[in-house]
């Protein structure tokens, strides 16, 4: 089981994201640790993703239904 360091991130909780108590001890641990940036996604999409999903849906012109 792993502990958490409280007075930190009640710190950054409150005074970095200005979140008042009652919305601090709502939040879960995965919100607050998205709230403040860590573990935000994986990786941007590059340019090669991007023609992959354009080669799979293809914008439909007007009138294509």
């Not at 991130?9 to 709502?26: N, S």
């Not at 641990?29 to 992959?52: F, H, I, N, V």
Request: proline share 8%; aromatic share 8%.
């Amino acid at each position: 089981m792993s502990r958490f360091d409280w007075p930190v991130l009640m710190a950054a909780g409150m005074r970095g994201l200005r979140l008042t108590p009652e919305a601090f001890w709502r939040l879960t641990p995965a919100e607050l640790r998205l709230m403040l940036g860590d573990g935000a996604g994986g990786a941007p999409l590059r340019r090669a993703g991007l023609d992959a999903l354009l080669a799979a849906y293809p914008d439909k012109e007007c009138g294509d239904g």
